[in-house]
DNA sequence: GAGCACTGC
């Protein structure tokens, strides 16, 4: 295999001149075009295609692509930087399938381009787009692949997939033989998957002469790109924007929420017609400040014209975050003021969303942003400044339909010295576990010496090393052991996927899977439960809202468990399939549809893993005493370096790391256990774990003796609970041997 | 008796 990799032929050595290169293409192109056959399925154009086509021919890529082929045949890998508007997502993938297609001396051989995006819904739409655009059917020529989704087939040329995507087709493949070319899109975003590929592709690229890189990048950084690919060329295409003025406040703002509705107020009394994005940090936040602006434009009466005032946030139904591109009010009467639409979001607006329309744009300067601390393993939300690079990226919102103005809530020294240039990539910020775990299923051994664009601290690595070995994933040499690489296929946290491997031995597989698909949609489920006025409760596939609460509670209590939120989980699960997965029964009992169905789709994906590699599907007798036992067992075998032990104090202290915490409020326990697991750690305005389950004491020396190991561990009440656990069976042990 | 930046497999 080796040698005939060897043996390929540079894919774009093949043409000497890129003259003649050029001539070919454009002959070749003209040729089919005046056929009118589409080359790439044999079918004739249809009218929108030339339709299509004259549009395209727009971009301003299209005025680089001779440059862009050219420096793509010379080299192997390519750095291309375009703003918003350039067409660069479109245009640059066919781009390069023309050329592979020119170069492609073998046309049996079957090749394979790929082009990453972070986002899936980003995939999907830009695929659509770009068959559209070649006037071939979605998932044949041209395909997406997603979680859950893959919409590709053996015709298959070109394929957007997530980042997160190609990292598992890696896993199966790692020298990504399919691909002839790879194209990493939105590469600034830097994705903890896109930093991954980085460092792999790099590899990669060593090994396989054959094949391409395209690095495609918005901003500033592409210096840096271009330092760490080895000065690769670097591309520039010119966006296309209207021009943005920038304001800056004279003096620092002690309170930027107020701050920014007196500037909202401020616009829609002095601009002229244009609606306004203001950005904050989150929901309780964008809720306050849409009720206040509301208020503070009643009390201008009608000198001024109406407005509308739409919040947004991820966690807002799909419905209510349509209203974004709901049109601004009509004027109150003929010739009067005019109406304007005022949108208030989180970074949502940033990248994920965009909305036309937009002429001012607020940013006081502030984001939510994932903070990790290694040392107590707890990942938190923060408020913090914002980088330059999503100043850049904000105030470029203003400027999609026509000129516009941002307001900057900071000084301009505020900006050029405090904000740093970009954010800090996120896998400078993460529990890097799972993120280990992949490396070395990929056959990456040496993590200090990998080639990081930015590498993660030191005790970062170590405390992912330390977790990994604990759950067996990693031998005491750092070395993938049959239990790690087969955790590594499960789309879950280690832990997790830990607990769903051993629920076999445990007799409780079937229910480990229901409580791992529940657990793993908790977090990005929410957004299909919120319903403005509405509450939820944690966990939240339960509804509550405002009117009816007491019959919401009535309902969650039905599905209580006493022994923890894992088992209550199970039974609202258990419930859901018992009622057929009936919408009706859901709305009745305030469960989430929608939540229990994707958690449902979860399930199945799980199942599938889990046969792949013979791993049981079984159940304790429902009836048997060991039911629940059994399962919260299983849990701890995942989960015993996430338990909480409670103090004489009435406090409860984290094993090892002594932390105080609270159970989180939301939990359904009737009591306070002595020994509790939780799934997470949420700081916000106390320290709470949160999904909490009770276990018993001689379960952590039965299931996890390795890490309760005594003689490594920190002096605390825990520590002399579990030595009298210890001594009292070492005395059983002894009673029993001198019976025989 | 608290609360959810945003993604992804």
Not at 256 to 282: K, N, S, W
Request: hydrophobic content about 35%; some cysteine.
């Amino acid at each position: 295999m080796g040698t005939e990799r060897k043996r390929k032929v540079s894919l774009f050595d093949v043409m000497e001149d890129p003259s003649a290169k050029n001539n070919k293409s454009n002959v070749l192109g003209a040729a089919s075009a005046a056929a009118g056959i589409n080359k790439w399925n044999g079918k004739p154009y249809s009218q929108r295609y030339y339709d299509i086509l004259e549009k395209r021919r727009d971009l301003p890529v299209w005025l680089q692509k001779d440059e862009f082929l050219r420096t793509l045949q010379s080299s192997q890998t390519l750095i291309l930087v375009g703003e918003t508007g350039s067409g660069k997502t479109t245009q640059i993938p066919q781009f390069v399938l023309d050329a592979v297609e020119a170069e492609n001396t073998n046309k049996h051989k079957k090749w394979l381009v790929g082009c990453t995006q972070p986002r899936r819904v980003a995939a999907m739409s830009v695929s659509r787009r770009v068959a559209d655009e070649m006037d071939v059917a979605i998932g044949e020529e041209v395909g997406y692949s997603i979680r859950f989704e893959d919409c590709s087939g053996p015709r298959t040329m070109l394929k957007y997939l997530t980042d997160g995507m190609l990292l598992r087709e890696a896993m199966a493949d790692p020298l990504l033989e399919r691909y002839k070319v790879i194209i990493l899109d939105e590469a600034h975003e830097r994705t903890l998957a896109t930093d991954v590929l980085f460092g792999l592709l790099k590899e990669v690229l060593r090994n396989r002469p054959d094949l391409k890189l395209v690095v495609m990048s918005a901003t500033l950084e592409a210096e840096k790109f271009q330092e760490y690919f080895s000065g690769a060329p670097l591309m520039k295409v010119p966006g296309r924007l209207h021009p943005v003025e920038i304001f800056y406040t004279q003096e620092p703002e002690r309170d930027y929420l107020e701050a920014a509705i007196r500037t909202v107020v401020q616009i829609h009394m002095c601009e002229p017609p244009g609606d306004v994005l203001v950005f904050l940090t989150g929901e309780e936040e964008i809720e306050d400040a849409c009720r206040k602006i509301n208020k503070e434009v009643s009390n201008l009466g009608d000198q001024v014209g109406p407005v509308k005032v739409v919040p947004l946030y991820s966690t807002l139904p799909p419905a209510m975050q349509q209203k974004i591109f709901d049109p601004a009010p009509e004027p109150l009467t003929e010739g009067g003021p005019a109406g304007r639409k005022i949108v208030v979001s989180t970074n949502i607006a940033e990248t994920s969303l965009t909305i036309d329309g937009i002429v001012y744009v607020i940013d006081p300067g502030f984001a939510k942003q994932k903070v990790y601390n290694p040392r107590i393993r707890v990942e938190s939300l923060l408020v913090s400044p914002i980088s330059k690079a999503s100043a850049h990226q904000r105030s470029g919102r203003a400027g999609r339909t026509r000129p516009g103005k941002c307001f900057r809530l900071y000084t301009e020294k505020s900006f050029n010295n405090d904000l740093q240039p970009q954010t800090y990539p996120e896998i400078l910020r993460s529990n890097l576990a799972n993120t280990v775990l992949t490396l070395k299923k990929l056959g990456i051994d040496d993590l200090v010496h990998f080639d990081f664009m930015d590498p993660p601290a030191p005790e970062t690595l170590m405390r992912a090393l330390e977790v990994l070995n604990y759950l067996g994933a990693l031998d005491d040499e750092g070395n993938l052991t049959r239990t790690g690489e087969i955790m590594s296929e499960f789309p879950l946290d280690p832990q997790m996927s830990k607990m769903l491997i051993v629920s076999p031995e445990f007799n409780c597989s079937n229910e480990i899977l229901s409580v791992s698909a529940m657990l793993s949609e908790l977090g990005s489920l929410v957004w299909a439960l919120h319903v403005r006025g509405w509450e939820t409760l944690i966990p939240n596939c339960f509804v509550r809202p405002r009117e009816a609460q007491k019959a919401a509670d009535e309902a969650k209590s039905k599905f209580g468990h006493i022994d923890g939120d894992h088992l209550t989980l199970l039974n609202v699960y258990h419930a859901y399939k018992q009622n057929n997965e009936d919408p009706n029964w859901c709305f009745e009992n305030f469960v989430n549809n929608r939540a229990m169905k994707s958690a449902d789709n979860v399930r199945q994906q799980l199942v599938r893993i889990m046969s792949r590699f013979n791993l049981k599907m079984c159940s304790t007798d429902f009836n048997s005493r060991d039911y629940y036992v059994n399962i919260r067992k299983a849990m701890l075998s995942g989960y015993f370096m996430q338990v909480a032990h409670l103090e004489r104090t009435g406090h409860y202290l984290t094993v090892k790391d002594n932390q105080v915490v609270h159970l989180h409020p939301s939990n359904c326990l009737d009591h306070k256990p002595e020994w509790v697991i939780y799934n997470e750690y949420v700081l916000t305005t106390r320290n709470f774990i949160r999904t909490v389950t009770d276990i018993r004491g001689d379960w952590l020396v039965d299931v996890a003796s390795h890490y309760y190991d005594l003689s490594n561990f920190p002096n605390c009440e825990a520590k002399r609970v579990l030595e009298k656990l210890y001594k009292k069976r070492e005395r059983e042990r002894n009673e029993s041997k001198s019976r025989k």
